[in-house]
């Protein structure tokens, strides 16, 4: 099983759509979680990081749930500029280690 | 953003040459590193600096040889590499080595 598994899509939304990204880790013991996007041929930009209880900023939502491993994304009211692929990224326990995920693409439509 | 810079953008290097690729942080932070990103591949990391010592090597090809001089500078020097070297080098910094990390904008080597 991968450290850090994502669904590379495309997930092709239209404007205004609400749209979820979920991503499973294999470590139990993983201690911190993060969201990076990535535009086209540029490098990955940190979007936000991942609380235990949950945590807002502006239309994007993320979730940890450790009983099942996985941290979630959800973004609200899509807007064309989302487009570009989101990394799920998590530090295992016990190291200083950020393991990335291979990405989600999304393309917000017209 | 200018936190993180990276020169050159872009290289296009044979197998018999030595290049270096720098990256400079501007943000106060005490920890650097490379990263290697393939097509359809996730991030792969190469080197930890922390402090000016280098604290990882991801069991990467003598052929990649890093250097830190100061907290601020981070170099990787490249001789003889191979054509599946080629792909986008990203050098990444953070406060300390639990914190979250801030990329430079890459350089996009290819190996002919």
């Known amino acids: 099983r991968k450290e850090v598994e994502q669904d590379p899509g495309p997930f092709n939304v239209p404007e205004g759509a609400t749209v979820a990204f979920n991503c499973t880790y294999s470590n139990s013991a993983s201690q911190s979680f993060f969201w990076y996007r990535q535009d086209c041929r540029k490098e990955p930009k940190l979007l936000m990081s991942?609380?235990?209880s949950g945590n807002e900023d502006g239309r994007f939502t993320a979730q940890l749930n450790r009983a099942s491993q996985y941290i979630s994304l959800l973004i609200r009211d899509s807007k064309l500029s989302d487009s570009a692929t989101y990394l799920c990224v998590v530090r295992p326990g016990g190291g200083n280690k950020l393991t990335f995920g291979t990405g989600t693409q999304l393309k917000v439509e017209l | 953003e200018t936190g993180v810079t990276q020169t050159p953008r872009h290289l296009v290097m044979g197998m018999t040459n030595k290049k270096s690729l720098k990256c400079e942080q501007h943000?106060?932070?005490?920890?650097m590193y490379w990263y290697k990103q393939s097509a359809k591949k996730p991030l792969e990391l190469m080197f930890v600096?922390?402090?000016?010592?280098?604290?990882e090597n991801n069991s990467v090809p003598s052929r990649f040889s890093p250097e830190c001089p100061n907290s601020s500078h981070l170099f990787l020097h490249l001789h003889t590499l191979q054509p599946e070297d080629s792909a986008l080098y990203l050098c990444?910094?953070?406060?300390?080595?639990?914190?979250?990390?801030?990329f430079g904008p890459g350089t996009r080597l290819t190996v002919l």
């Open positions: 600096y922390s402090l000016e010592e280098r604290v």
């Open positions: 990444a910094s953070s406060q300390d080595r639990l914190r979250e990390q801030f």
């Open positions: 943000l106060g932070h005490n920890a």
């Open positions: 991942v609380y235990s």
